[in-house]
């Protein structure tokens, strides 16, 4: 089955200059904010770069999974269950945040990290996912 496609929109800087500079990250989202709000279950599409000192420290999250997929680099992720590792390019990672994880990712060593990142609702209705216990499985 074919579709069609309805609309075309582009990623926007979610930062003013554009590139990763002095220590900030640098994100392009097309999903989550601007024209294109609410494709539910869909939260966030956005891709970013980063290198050290920048990176997301101890963060939370709850009611939702995180798709991540390194393109170049080495991202550093653990979390409060135990679990952490390295993801390297060509790494997936998919995290349940379900009921809440506290998580932090940052580069791993002093190359920029680039990645692809989606955030994807959970359901409350189909088996309580928004309440079922934090997970990840690295690929």
């Not at 580069?107 to 994807?120: A, S």
Request: glycine share 12%.
């Amino acid at each position: 089955m074919l579709r069609t496609v309805e609309k075309l929109i582009e990623a926007k800087d979610q930062n003013a200059s554009g590139k990763a500079k002095n220590g900030q990250a640098m994100f392009r989202s097309s999903i989550g904010g601007g024209k294109c709000r609410f494709v539910d279950p869909f939260l966030v599409l956005h891709e970013g770069r980063f290198a050290q000192p920048s990176g997301f420290p101890d963060h939370a999250h709850r009611g939702f999974e995180t798709i991540t997929y390194v393109l170049e680099g080495e991202l550093s992720h653990e979390d409060f269950t135990g679990g952490k590792g390295i993801l390297h390019a060509g790494d997936l990672q998919w995290m349940t945040a379900g009921r809440g994880v506290m998580h932090s990712e940052v580069p791993h060593g002093k190359k920029e990290v680039h990645l692809i990142q989606i955030w994807v609702n959970l359901q409350a209705e189909v088996g309580k996912a928004q309440h079922a216990a934090p997970n990840h499985c690295p690929a």
